[in-house]
């Protein structure tokens, strides 16, 4: 079974840690040979800025990430491929895809022209906002009233439907997300969350995100983190999560999405502590396995591992 993941901070703590995504044991949770294990295609790569850089320093800070990209991209050109468009998703031809993603549009400094710049150095997605407040609008961190989206904001949602560069909800409470939702000429995604019906945090996609998104034509990423996942489970000494808590989230995005709106978004090597028996990106197997034993189809499993992410961005990269 292929797999593309919607969501993972592995180039962040290779450009901040000088991690080898080359090595096996290095440290990652997302690493060459392991996404060779599991069959993986593409992988999202996060640009996230810390909230503590804001301005020039959040674009410095950005920069380095992707030049970690770029470096892993040069050195090694027969096991990585850069995705910037529809062609070359469809011409991996067995290579890795990778994308950058902005987690958070700090680094734009309010900025449409540096919107321009990063589209350059192949940024296909951005996050909106993190949990913190920037130029765009108020993160879900954020205690209520929360700001809806800036002028900026509104432009910037435009012109990256214009350029072909993804919208991507993840941390955007209301009231940004339905101005959003209003405003989105291309589908938007939610890269990667749990379910509120499932754990009422605010950082969860509710039923009603859920199913803004899927009217769309986009996808929502379910990702691994265990205080998304149990409720309690981001407590210090809370209940264990494994992959079975997984796939209720998988399940009930799905009963509430449809088949074709959910993905994986893992957010792999963005926390500690991971999920009991999915340690890292080569235990998805376990994961594949949890939702067999509910009875999900093949098809819809596969679609979730790969074909609604890779079919999304075939949609929404420019040609």
Request: proline content about 5%; hydrophobic content about 40%.
């Amino acid at each position: 079974m292929r797999y593309a993941d919607a969501h993972a901070d592995t180039f962040y703590r290779v450009a901040t840690e000088g991690l080898d995504p080359l090595q096996r044991e290095g440290g990652l949770h997302v690493n060459v040979p392991r996404m060779r294990d599991v069959g993986q295609v593409l992988q999202v790569c996060s640009v996230f800025t810390p909230k503590h850089y804001q301005a020039a320093p959040a674009r410095d800070f950005a920069d380095r990430i992707i030049d970690a990209i770029d470096c892993s991209l040069e050195a090694n050109a027969a096991t990585f491929a850069p995705v910037r468009t529809r062609r070359d998703l469809a011409g991996l031809n067995g290579r890795l895809g990778l994308i950058p993603w902005l987690e958070g549009a700090s680094p734009l400094c309010g900025s449409l022209e540096l919107l321009g710049a990063f589209f350059q150095r192949g940024v296909r997605g951005i996050g909106l906002t993190h949990n913190h407040a920037n130029e765009v609008a108020d993160g879900c961190g954020v205690a209520e009233p929360r700001r809806g989206l800036s002028t900026f904001g509104r432009d910037l949602v435009g012109r990256m439907n214009q350029l072909g560069v993804a919208v991507d909800c993840a941390h955007l409470p209301q009231p940004a997300f339905d101005e959003v939702m209003a405003l989105a000429k291309a589908p938007p995604c939610i890269s990667h969350t749990g379910c509120r019906a499932l754990v009422n945090i605010t950082r969860n996609a509710d039923d009603a995100m859920l199913r803004a998104i899927a009217d769309r034509g986009g996808i929502v990423g379910i990702d691994f983190y265990p205080g998304h996942l149990k409720a309690g489970a981001g407590d210090a000494g809370g209940p264990p999560v494994n992959c079975q808590d997984v796939a209720d989230h998988v399940q009930h995005a799905v009963a509430v999405c449809g088949r074709d709106h959910v993905a994986i978004g893992g957010d792999f090597d963005g926390f500690a502590d991971t999920c009991t028996d999915l340690r890292h990106v080569g235990d998805m197997g376990n994961l594949e396995s949890a939702l067999h034993s509910r009875g999900m189809a093949e098809t819809v499993i596969e679609a979730v591992f790969s074909g609604n992410l890779l079919r999304y961005l075939g949609e929404v990269l420019p040609a």
